[in-house]
């Protein structure tokens, strides 16, 4: 069992310790250190950050004036103001909110094909973005999904610690969980730089694997979150139910959306040919197919056609999207095409 | 374009059977995959789950379709019908004789005319008749009247292209014999045209369909070699060589002599086109040999190049002129090379000088031959006889004599008659007989025949039938030529020499020694024949001479050449012609018929194998 990880209770050798293949290289980590993530909304969180919100406050930035009332306090007064109208205004200052960064991670059975796994890729792409969020003093939540569960969690045992049950699974009651779950809450809420290389450690020790129902599990996770601010699904969106209720439940909670799809080479460009029959990993469902050569040009279209509905639909909604490939590198991604794709500026 | 099968459309029924392929289903390979949702959108646009869909651009489907149309129609068995005639049953004659091996037309010309028969072959319609026939020295029966085209194609296969002459006129016979009871039969000639004379088939409409083949003349030939006694020195050979260039140009080569093997001589000579240029070697010879004579030129025909002679040498000739006194005929006799003549009055007289008895069979081992010049034995002697004026035997039947019959044909050709003129000869009086059965008329006069020449068994027979002093020919140049041509031809070791000089095709015939059962022949090709000979049999035939060169003829302990030669001037001049003589008026063009019925399924069926690999290979790179 790993040692209860706190925000500030670890040093560097303790993180070596616990991720032995750091996600991230120092070099990547500090050129992420310039970038932030970009959300046209404005932050609706209570607490205290470096973005613009709705509400007014304390800060350098000023926002409006309104009529001094009894009370206010006089160090608000516009003097200059006062001198050529004869009349005190209280000058407001934009209040500078956190931002709340949902990070939806994919870990179903799908996400562990491809050379490398796409989950692999995935969880990198995730470690970079929350580490850009924690740069950026906002506050970073990562929801791995699907959840593990409890009958069949291995590391589950009588001393792990007692949960609510709706903080994972939206149900009432309470239950006990193993590590793996324990670590996946301590990738909720994680706050500044300093929890970055815990933030990292966690990430590392997720373990993926099960079926997953995309629509449920994000509408439930959009369901349990408090804030909504920016959210970036990490997944190659291939389930058989589809994608759209679980985004349109994003949207419909107010986040702003970020989709990133993650496909694995061979999905784009499949090496086995023949008469095969092709069982699906999550489902167990299976599909004869003839396929060779001279048909990759027919099933690139197909991929095509799919990511580019994707796409539209994202548009619509006002979603960003981008594809990826698992065997991409990563310091591309983020520095050029999730910049370009304004995901991050 | 017909079909000769029109019921293998049936065939078409297989279609079906394409479709129940395309039911069956698979062995696959079972691929664990991320998901299927990608996998399913492809599907859905290469498979339907309805019944019926819409025939989509399936290369597969469309080959394999393709490939059982061709495939039916060539059970079909479509042709194009050609320029025939109904005809029930043809007779196909393919000339094979020497000039057939002209290389002027790739292989040859023998090849391009068996193709040519066999699309023949190929155009028979069912219920028609054909018979093969293959003309050369022999007419041989390839195939008699069937509708089998397997036995047909297998006939023409059998053809072999020989070195001898085209005897066509023995093969023309022959088919005209088979069609006789025929009302629509057609006699198709395969043959480059150089047939010999044709003159017994005028007017006779015989029904002759002229296939020809060949396109140039190219031939520089051996027009004729000869050995004879050098004549300033008997004790020399003189090799005589004539040499034709029978192509349009002039020719530059060697002739080269050699004996035994062994190289003698070696002449370059120039032939001008068109011309024949005799050349003569002189050679000492010291035993029994086979000369060679070749030529190093290239020409179109190889058969005609090279010639062998059996060169026997001369031995003196023992002969007995019983005459009641002939100065003219002695003296030409004694001038005829090396002979030993003995002169007696009588036939008893000469016998009993020489020490033999009075019979006939005891003249066998004392004289090569006998001349009886006006003196008539009581029994012809069993040896070569000159007979002058003698009538009224068991040989001759004696009819009127006729009084200054005037000399109206003879025979330049044949031997006895070589460079002999007897334009100028009268002669008084002459034995009136009728012409036998077994010799031929070499000198003819309008009542009755005045030199017979020929063979009564073994023994050769010259017959005079003049008194000599009783005409001017004694006192012509053309006597003692004559009488040289006569020594020559009557003397048995000039026979046996002829025994051993074959023109290609020609039986060699050979004595056979008592006790001897079998003999055995070597081809040129160095393949030993055996001849199986009947008990008591004194004579062997030995028919497969077809090819030019030297034979060895094995009998018992001994064994003697033999020269089979291809030298014929018909055969040599192998200028294609595109009509063939029939007589002096009539002919036969070359026809421009093709094959009839020109049967196209082979080519449908190549086409068919090759779609089907085309389809296999397609069907594994989509799959591979």
Request: charged fraction near 25%.
């Amino acid at each position: 069992m790993l040692p209860p990880l706190g925000k500030s209770g670890f040093n560097l050798r303790r993180c070596h310790w616990i991720v032995p293949d750091p996600l991230l290289s120092a070099r990547l980590l500090h050129q992420l250190e310039q970038l932030e993530l970009v959300s046209r909304r404005r932050s609706r969180s209570a607490g205290r950050g470096e973005r613009q919100s709705r509400s007014r406050g304390q800060s350098v930035d000023f926002a409006d004036y309104r009529s001094y009332v009894l009370g206010d306090d006089l160090r608000h007064l516009d003097w200059n103001l006062f001198g050529r109208l004869d009349r005190l205004f209280i000058k407001l200052y934009q209040e500078e909110r956190e931002l709340p960064v949902q990070i939806f991670l994919d870990a179903s059975e799908s996400m562990l094909f491809g050379a490398p796994a796409k989950f692999d890729f995935a969880r990198r792409l995730a470690a970079a973005l929350g580490y850009v969020a924690l740069c950026g003093f906002d506050r970073v939540s990562v929801r791995v999904f699907p959840e593990p569960d409890a009958g069949t969690d291995p590391d589950a045992s009588a001393g792990d610690p007692v949960v609510l049950d709706g903080l994972l699974a939206g149900g009432g009651g309470r239950r006990r969980v193993g590590a793996e779950a324990a670590r996946r809450m301590a990738l909720l809420g994680v706050r500044g730089k300093r929890a970055a290389l815990s933030f990292f450690a966690d990430l590392a020790q997720v373990t993926p694997g099960g079926a997953a129902s995309f629509n449920d599990a994000i509408r439930r996770a959009a369901l349990q979150v408090r804030q909504p601010g920016a959210a970036i699904v990490l997944s190659d969106l291939l389930d058989p139910q589809g994608y759209s209720g679980g985004l349109d439940a994003l949207v419909a909670r107010g986040f702003h959306v970020n989709v990133v799809q993650i496909l694995a080479p061979e999905e784009l460009e499949p090496t086995t040919f023949g008469d095969l029959r092709l069982a699906d990993a999550e489902t167990g469902a299976e599909q004869e197919v003839t396929f060779g050569k001279y048909r990759l040009k027919a099933y690139r279209q197909v991929v095509e056609n799919y990511t580019q509905k994707l796409r539209e639909y994202c548009r619509g909604r006002g979603l960003r999207f981008f594809r990826t490939r698992s065997d991409a590198a990563l310091e591309g991604v983020l520095l050029r095409d999730l910049r370009r794709a304004e995901v991050l500026g | 374009m017909k079909f000769l099968s029109l019921d293998a459309a049936w065939f078409a029924l297989i279609l079906p059977v394409i479709v129940i392929f395309y039911l069956l289903k698979r062995r696959r390979v079972r691929v664990r995959v991320p998901s299927t949702v990608l996998w399913q959108r492809y599907l859905a646009e290469t498979q339907a789950s309805a019944p019926f869909q819409k025939l989509r651009k399936n290369w597969l489907l469309f080959l394999q379709l393709l490939l059982l149309a061709f495939a039916v129609f060539a059970l079909t068995r479509p042709y194009f019908a050609g320029q025939q005639r109904p005809s029930q049953l043809r007779v196909v004659i393919l000339d094979a004789s020497a000039s057939m091996q002209s290389t002027d037309v790739e292989p040859s010309r023998f090849e391009a005319a068996r193709r040519e028969a066999l699309r023949w072959v190929d155009g028979l319609k069912p219920g028609q008749l054909m018979v093969v026939l293959q003309a050369g020295p022999r007419t041989e029966v390839r195939q008699s009247a069937t509708t089998d085209k397997a036995a047909l194609r297998r006939a023409l296969a059998a053809c072999a292209v020989t070195d001898g002459v085209a005897r066509m006129s023995e093969a023309l016979k022959m088919a005209e014999s088979l069609i006789r009871d025929t009302a629509d039969a057609e006699v198709h000639l395969f043959s480059d045209g150089a047939v010999g004379s044709l003159e017994e088939f005028e007017n006779r409409n015989l029904p002759l369909v002229f296939h020809q083949s060949g396109v140039r003349a190219g031939n520089v030939a051996l027009a004729s070699v000869d050995v004879r006694p050098n004549p300033e020195n008997p004790r020399q050979r003189a090799v005589f060589v004539s040499v034709a260039n029978l192509t349009s140009q002039s020719v530059e080569t060697t002739v080269e002599l050699g004996f035994e093997g062994e190289p003698l001589d070696v002449r370059p000579v120039t032939l001008p086109a068109g011309e024949t240029v005799p050349l003569v070697f002189i050679v000492a010879q010291e035993k029994d040999g086979v000369f060679t004579v070749r030529h190093t030129a290239k020409d179109d025909l190889a058969a005609d190049n090279e010639a062998s002679v059996v060169s026997l040498l001369p031995a003196p000739v023992r002969a007995l002129l019983v005459t009641k006194g002939n100065r003219f005929l002695e003296k030409a006799l004694r001038s005829a090379g090396e002979i030993q003549l003995s002169v007696a009055s009588t036939w008893a007289a000469g016998m009993a000088a020489a020490g033999a008895g009075a019979d006939a069979t005891g003249a066998a081992g004392v004289w090569d031959f006998v001349v009886f010049d006006d003196v008539a034995p009581a029994e012809w002697p069993a040896v070569n006889v000159l007979a002058v004026r003698v009538a009224a035997t068991n040989w001759f039947e004696a009819t009127a004599p006729v009084r200054a019959p005037s000399i109206v044909d003879w025979k330049t050709t044949h031997p006895l008659l070589r460079f002999v003129n007897l334009d100028n000869v009268a002669v008084a009086e002459a034995v009136g007989v009728k012409p036998p059965s077994w010799g031929q008329v070499i000198v003819d006069s309008t009542q009755a025949p005045l030199v017979v020449a020929g063979e009564v068994g073994r023994q050769r027979v010259v017959w005079i039938g003049f008194d000599l002093l009783s005409s001017t020919w004694p006192l012509r140049v053309s006597f003692p030529m004559f009488v040289a041509n006569a020594v020559e031809w009557l003397n048995p070791s000039t026979r046996k020499a002829e025994r051993l000089n074959l023109h290609a095709g020609d039986p060699l015939r050979f004595e056979v020694p008592d006790g001897v059962r079998t003999a055995e022949v070597r081809s040129p090709g160095g393949e030993w024949q055996t001849v199986s000979l009947d008990a008591g049999a004194r004579e062997g035939v030995f028919g497969a001479t077809d090819r030019q060169g030297q034979y060895r003829l094995r009998l018992g302990t001994n064994e003697v050449a033999v020269a089979v030669r291809a030298i014929d001037p018909a055969e040599s001049d192998s200028a294609p012609r595109s009509e063939i003589k029939v007589g002096r008026f009539g002919g036969t063009a070359a026809t421009t018929m093709r094959s009839a019925n020109l049967e196209i399924w082979r080519w449908f069926a190549a086409v068919a194998l090759a779609v089907l690999m085309f389809e296999w290979w397609y069907y594994h790179r989509r799959t591979a």
